[in-house]
């Protein structure tokens, strides 16, 4: 027992919790011995009040007078006002008196029961204590009364018996009521008892419709109030028993793929700071997985916000440490904030989970799409795959679909639930209906014939390591102006920090900045959490990212990596210059008249495509009467109708077809879109009935009241044309049914020439089959 009583007061210590002359007893101890049998052990503390400022106004010699009366007091009355509990021991540092008591008959006591034993234990000594000490102090004598229950373990029960006299500190400073008692019982029950459900929601591929896994979900006992997660894990992190919490999930979420999970990924919430948990190691946990049969590819820890990542380069080294056990990573909620932003450029995750608060209502927002296609962009690019959240209904799963995003889960799917669910009925026959749709990786391909990837900007300035003395930065800085920033990179050749030259002249010209830092190294100077990309993202991927960090670090460089080793910095400035001359090219080859893509960025769209191993759909269109309509009205109403044309298609075909889509101007009235075969024919519908509704506007009143002009034919021959229509030839393309956009050009004049012959706006789609 004394080893025992050496070590708990260590740790009482350390925790900076009271500790004082602390009184052997002559007997071993019986509570550790108890604990292990699974017996419970109840304590009482009692603190007397102001004790310290009653020994500086009567002196020590009578407070220790008083403490010696108030142990024998004990001694004496303590069996009795314990009944029917039996006394194990007691404990004194100074004047703070700890009181152990058990009883093999009867159940620990409620919080409430517990709470007036306690009363009545510090009444009674209370009131003979202050009976026997008048002639010693003259003033009343009172007591600060706290107790808790220390509760059975095998294990640790040194641990169990520290949070028990912590617990019993607290009620006595009056910070725990009987309420809040009570639930940390209940909590600590529940954590012993394992007492949690877990319940399971899908994630599909939106294409297929195809369960890929289900994302484990942990609550607590039913009608209680642990039944949320909100209040199980907020009251888990409250109480600092996170690790307590996600070790007993862990275990039961993954004793699932053995079983219900069979054959599926497993995505496991786990937030930032359990790597630094002693028991969540990866080879214990592949070890468990070994037993149950299951890959380590299958399962997915999940980041969550809980907490936020405080030191990404350690964060990132202990998350590699499982990715080579074959662990995955997904970050959680990206897009709530910048901090899951940073947390993706940072720790390349395999997964990209889009916050709910994006999907809401996406199908009705423009701007939601626009960022949640970005978050596609920038993962196409990094090898990621996004998985969106909180699908609730039709429309937005549509949207997504549209969108190209791969994967999805949300109450339209499935709402979690045990045993793990298979989709919805009203979901599974919407994917049924519209399957086909293929994957992402035409659009992917065709994205990245349009884009710079960041590291062909870079430049590959000189680094410096941690050890690196400031002075010597300064001194670099100084005789080469032009630089802005250096990375700092580890013995791995890993950047681990950032220094801004303006931002170290400006610390170190702190009134004390020079005298402390110049000669200490710069990792105590550095920015710790730059913005890190892999050098094949595009510049307008990385762009959005940069602009959407705080104030004081939108204008820091950019570190760029090639298999996360130091590849190069990128400025601003660059990045910015790179982005105009991105928008100059563009504006270069453009249709002058419509601002739209012309014949060069039409030919390399088409040969993107030609080459590629996705099947894709070509839209050539071309106005009818438009040269009676010019020659009758002049060219600027001309002009007017062509960018009229050019507003209808774009709309479109950004309404009802892909991001990656493509509307160029080949020349005069003739248009051309690049889309999906899933979507050419509802745009090709759009096209005609938008076109139809708004061309009449261009005519003068009385013809378009009429329904059509004079005017005359080539060979001077007065004619009436009908009001304009326009003709859609559609040609869907399979894997080498073409080989160039010449073939392409002559099956579209056939087929637009025959489309003319009818009467009205049209579409004709190619039926015939060629030979490859």
């Not at 028993?241 to 070790?247: D, I």
């Not at 602009?547 to 090639?562: E, G």
Request: aromatic content about 8%.
């Amino acid at each position: 027992m004394l080893k025992l009583g050496r070590r708990f007061y260590h740790l009482l210590e350390r925790l900076n919790l009271p500790v004082k002359a602390w009184e052997w007893p002559a007997s071993p101890s019986r509570v550790p011995e108890l604990l292990r049998e699974g017996q419970w052990v109840g304590m009482i503390y009692l603190d007397i009040v102001e004790f310290q400022l009653t020994e500086q106004v009567y002196g020590s010699l009578y407070c220790q007078q008083v403490l010696g009366i108030l142990d024998r007091l004990v001694k004496k009355q303590i069996n009795a006002l314990l009944e029917p509990y039996s006394l194990l021991e007691t404990r004194r540092w100074g004047d703070d008196l700890v009181i152990y008591f058990h009883s093999f008959s009867q159940s620990p006591p409620a919080p409430l029961d517990l709470s007036r034993l306690a009363e009545r234990v510090k009444e009674s000594l209370g009131t003979e204590l202050n009976l026997r000490c008048s002639h010693l102090i003259p003033t009343a004598l009172n007591f600060h009364v706290g107790y808790s229950v220390v509760r059975p373990t095998r294990e640790n029960f040194e641990k169990a018996l520290y949070n028990a006299y912590k617990e019993a500190v607290l009620v006595a400073k009056s910070q725990l009521d009987a309420r809040e008692v009570k639930r940390r019982q209940q909590f600590t029950e529940l954590l012993l008892n394992k007492n949690i459900r877990m319940v399971y929601q899908p994630i599909l591929a939106l294409d297929s419709g195809q369960i890929i896994g289900y994302e484990a979900l942990c609550r607590g006992p039913e009608n209680s109030f642990f039944a949320s997660p909100l209040n199980l894990f907020g009251y888990a992190e409250k109480t600092n028993q996170l690790y307590a919490l996600e070790k007993v999930a862990r275990e039961k979420a993954l004793a699932g793929l053995a079983g219900d999970l069979a054959g599926y990924r497993l995505f496991l919430n786990i937030s930032p700071h359990v790597v630094h948990d002693p028991s969540f190691r990866a080879d214990e946990i592949r070890a468990y997985m070994d037993q149950v049969g299951a890959a380590p590819e299958r399962v997915v820890f999940e980041i969550t916000e809980r907490t936020s990542i405080e030191d990404f380069r350690t964060f990132r080294q202990s998350l590699e440490y499982y990715r080579q056990h074959g662990f995955k990573v997904a970050v959680d909620d990206a897009g709530s904030g910048y901090s899951s932003l940073q947390a993706i450029a940072e720790l390349q995750p395999d997964y990209i989970k889009i916050d709910l608060s994006l999907i809401r209502d996406i199908d009705k927002n423009p701007t939601k799409r626009i960022l949640v296609e970005t978050f596609l962009t920038f993962a196409e690019k990094t090898g990621s795959q996004i998985i969106a959240e909180g699908i609730e209904n039709s429309d937005e799963m549509a949207c997504l679909r549209k969108i190209g995003i791969p994967l999805g889960q949300g109450f339209f799917l499935a709402r979690p639930s045990y045993p793990p669910p298979a989709v919805y009925m009203e979901a599974a026959r919407m994917l049924e209906e519209n399957t086909g749709t293929g994957t992402a990786t035409a659009r992917q391909r065709s994205r990245l014939g349009r884009m710079i990837p960041v590291g062909s900007i870079s430049q590959a300035v000189t680094t410096i390591d941690t050890r690196t003395v400031t002075r010597e930065v300064v001194d670099f800085f100084t005789h080469y102006p032009q630089v802005e920033g250096v990375a700092v990179l580890d013995e791995e050749k890993q950047p681990v920090g950032l220094v801004m030259r303006d931002k170290l002249f400006n610390q170190l010209g702190t009134q004390f900045g020079f005298a402390i830092y110049t000669e200490r190294p710069i990792s105590l100077v550095m920015d710790c959490q730059p913005l890190a990309v892999e050098h094949d993202t595009p510049v307008e991927v990385v762009s959005q990212v940069a602009m959407a960090r705080s104030d004081h670090k939108v204008y820091d460089s950019i570190i760029v990596t090639k298999n996360r080793s130091y590849h190069g910095l990128v400025s601003v400035r660059q990045l910015l210059d790179a982005i105009t001359s991105i928008q100059v090219e563009a504006a270069r080859f453009a249709n002058p008249l419509t601002g739209l893509p012309g014949n060069r960025q039409i030919e390399a769209e088409l040969l993107n495509r030609l080459s590629g191993e996705q099947p894709f759909s070509v839209i050539y269109s071309d106005l009818d009467h438009f040269k009676g309509f010019n020659d009758r009205y002049g060219f600027e109403r001309g002009d007017q109708a062509i960018k009229l044309t050019a507003t209808i298609i774009s709309e479109q075909v950004a309404r009802h077809g892909r991001p990656d889509d493509l509307v160029g101007h080949i020349g005069g009235d003739d248009f051309i879109v690049v889309t999906r075969p899933e979507v050419s024919e509802e745009i090709c519908r759009k096209i005609i009935e938008t076109f139809d509704q708004k061309v009449p506007e261009l005519y003068d009143p009385e013809d378009r009241e009429r329904g059509y002009i004079d005017t005359k034919d080539r060979q001077d021959r007065p004619v009436r044309l009908p009001l304009m229509t326009i003709s859609l030839a559609l040609i869907d393309c399979h894997p080498g049914q073409y080989t160039n956009p010449e073939e392409l050009a002559r099956t579209s004049a056939e087929l637009k020439k025959y489309a003319k012959s009818k009467e009205g706006s049209v579409f004709v789609k190619e039926r015939r089959r060629r030979s490859t």
